[in-house]
């Protein structure tokens, strides 16, 4: 009987600030094989993943190894630039040491861009061309899908509008990024900066978080609220200027704080439409994201179809 030959296998791997998970896909079903801290020291986590992929055991052959990772990153080298939750991989060439020493292709990405590809191929744009993606939680990432690529734009920074300062925002207590007004790091800083100038809150100085937060905005909490109502402003602001500029199929919307669509979804989606006056426009759905955490792994993946 002849022998049947293995059929080949690319292998997603999401890289975060505190976790690594490599998956691959069977019958369009991501299959999650390992799950792991992600070490600080960039070398230990280069050997995690070489050791967990020789040692895992694949439907078939592999054939190529995709990475989603936090930005800044130059794509095309495959180096990683000082990400700010990995400060120790700065210039850390990823891809060329796993490629040596597993001797397979690796491909490199923004795990925001990455995210974008998965939710565009697999999840909530895969019935549209042009997808722009938006993950809201600790911080802000971005990626634009157009016909089931990624557009790069030029040195792979297309989309960086974490990085956007609004014009209201600057004034003598310094500037103040999109990523430091709408993300979950974000609103902390806020409430610290205005319980350090005296105002009163439900919100306790020595428990600060975004789940503090949205728990004394549920309670009516006016700091809370202003610092939400920011964010929301602030966020639907930089998606009317995408709309207006770029005109996407759809927006996605992922990440933690979109899983309640009440803290930023719904309320987002209905400031964008209203600051839009061109009706063919402001008819562009803005809808929640469908992988969630898998996202990144779905577009790792797919990176090899782009």
């Not at 792991?36 to 070398?43: A, L, V």
């Not at 190529?64 to 936090?70: Q, S």
Request: net charge positive; hydrophobic share 40%; proline share 6%.
């Amino acid at each position: 009987m002849k022998k049947q030959a293995c059929k080949p296998v690319i292998v997603g791997i999401d890289i975060g600030a505190t976790k690594t998970k490599m998956a691959f896909l069977r019958q369009n079903k991501l299959i999650t094989f390992f799950h792991k801290p992600t070490p600080q020291e960039p070398e230990r986590a280069a050997d995690m993943i070489v050791r967990a992929l020789s040692r895992a055991k694949l439907p078939g052959s592999l054939e190529g190894i995709g990475i989603g990772c936090p930005g800044p990153l130059n794509q095309e080298k495959g180096v990683v630039l000082s990400p700010p939750n990995l400060p120790r991989w700065n210039r850390f060439r990823l891809k060329a040491v796993i490629e040596k020493r597993l001797g397979t292709r690796a491909i490199l990405e923004n795990d925001a861009n990455a995210g974008a590809l998965g939710e565009a191929v697999h999840g909530s744009g895969r019935r549209f061309r042009h997808v722009f993606y938006m993950t809201i939680s600790t911080g802000i990432g971005t990626g634009l899908v157009l016909d089931k690529r990624i557009y790069r734009g030029s040195k792979g920074l297309a989309g960086e509008i974490w990085a956007f300062v609004p014009e209201s925002f600057r004034g003598n207590e310094g500037t103040w990024n999109l990523t430091e007004l709408g993300s979950g790091k974000g609103m902390v800083k806020q409430v610290k900066h205005y319980i350090a100038q005296g105002r009163k809150t439900l919100i306790r100085n020595t428990n600060i978080s975004t789940g503090s937060i949205m728990a004394a905005w549920e309670k009516g909490d006016p700091l809370a609220r202003e610092v939400v109502t920011t964010a929301r402003r602030s966020l639907a602001g930089a998606l009317s200027f995408v709309v207006h500029m770029m005109a996407p199929d759809l927006i996605v919307l992922g990440g933690g704080l979109c899983t309640d669509p009440r803290w930023l979804v719904d309320p987002v989606r209905r400031m964008v439409k209203k600051h839009i006056h061109i009706p063919e426009l402001a008819e562009i759905p803005v809808r929640r994201a469908r992988l969630w955490n898998e996202a990144v792994l779905y577009g790792a993946i797919a990176l090899f179809d782009e």
